[in-house]
């Protein structure tokens, strides 16, 4: 139960069944990256991991005792691995699986695939976008069991500041990984003009631990612009870096599959750009497609930049109530609890 998006949708849509009163359960890994929220029951395997095929029969074990124990009359997955050999055994317990789609799952090999598919055998399919869904319809005879939830964000929560900004900054807030395009923003920002580079600094969340962490580290010091860069440590509570923010900047090389970085950054009303593909563009295209750009072009990123800091008042102003009517955590958890009581009650 770490930072990322997928993680924090589960404990979006746990917080709104609690104030609901129903009763629900997070099962997850044991490990040092988990966040534990208050009001919330997690529950962790007993030392064991789901891509771990020795572990596949004790996780079974203790999932089959906690439905006995807990009366669970319904699952939610929202990751492949334990999609891969779990669901046939729960719905073998009489149970109904909803499954969650969060990406284009890109392979070359037929195993992938067939790894891959089993999120796609739930009793109901919730894709974060159009983008996605677009993907595997075509698998489907039937799609009454398909279904489009974007990611919603927690408005109460990414709400806007009214301090006033002290500096500049740039923030990326997304997890440093091969394909968030890290890399990316900072050789393009060397190539802004100095004025840009003078003006502003970027802000990144890093333990600068990992392999791609410390790749970014060297490049921060090949493009000499260590004084420009700060580093933030993970945390759940991100809504500090948003608000001191001038301008987000999402800059992922592959499409995503939603982005919420998009839609937390327009609720606490930043200025966000983001690459003219998948769920970014699925957002922001309604929006403001000005805000679009071509990820692998500086001359397009460039263009972009420049009309955001030029229409900024403009565009800060309208971004929260557009996501208040279109990506809000309570629109999301209402539809994905309509879709619980729906197949509960068939």
């Known amino acids: 139960m770490g930072i990322g998006g997928i993680e924090t949708g589960v404990r979006d849509i746990a917080k709104y069944l609690n104030k609901k009163k129903i009763d629900n359960y997070i099962l997850c890994e044991n490990s040092n990256k988990?966040?534990?929220?208050?009001?919330?029951?997690?529950?962790?395997?007993?030392?064991?991991?789901?891509?771990?095929?020795?572990?596949?029969?004790?996780?079974?074990?203790?999932?089959?005792?906690?439905?006995k124990q807990k009366r669970i009359n319904l699952v939610h997955i929202s990751s492949r691995a334990p999609a891969f050999f779990l669901i046939k055994y729960i719905k073998n317990l009489n149970i109904k699986v909803v499954t969650s789609v969060h990406n284009k799952y890109e392979s070359k090999s037929f195993l992938k695939d067939w790894y891959n598919s089993f999120l796609l055998k739930g009793d109901a399919i919730i894709f974060n976008s159009n983008f996605v869904k677009k993907t595997y319809e075509h698998k489907f005879n039937d799609k009454t069991k398909l279904h489009v939830i974007p990611r919603g964000v927690d408005t109460n929560y990414f709400s806007p500041s009214r301090k006033k900004l002290m500096s500049k900054n740039i923030f990326i807030p997304s997890r440093i990984s091969s394909w968030k395009g890290h890399e990316l923003l900072l050789n393009y920002f060397s190539l802004l003009q100095q004025k840009h580079k003078d003006t502003f600094n970027i802000h990144i969340v890093s333990l600068n631990k990992s392999k791609e962490e410390k790749k970014i580290q060297l490049l921060i010091n090949k493009l000499n612009i260590s004084k420009k860069i700060i580093i933030h440590k993970p945390t759940l509570d991100v809504k500090k870096l948003y608000q001191e923010a001038y301008l987000v900047v999402n800059i992922s090389k592959r499409p995503e599959g939603f982005g919420r970085t998009v839609s937390e950054a327009l609720s606490v009303s930043k200025v966000v750009i983001a690459p003219n593909q998948g769920g970014t563009k699925e957002q922001l295209f309604n929006f403001n497609k000005n805000l679009l750009f071509d990820v692998n072009s500086f001359k397009s990123f460039q263009k972009t930049f420049k009309y955001a800091l030029k229409n900024y008042k403009e565009i800060s102003k309208k971004g929260r109530s557009y996501v208040e009517k279109n990506y809000s955590s309570d629109l999301m958890c209402r539809k994905t609890l309509d879709i619980y009581n729906h197949l509960i009650n068939s």
């Not at 929220?37 to 962790?44: A, F, N, P, Y």
């Open 34 to 67: 988990n966040f534990n929220v208050k009001g919330l029951k997690i529950i962790k395997l007993n030392n064991s991991k789901f891509k771990n095929i020795f572990d596949q029969n004790k996780i079974k074990i203790q999932i089959k005792q906690l439905i």
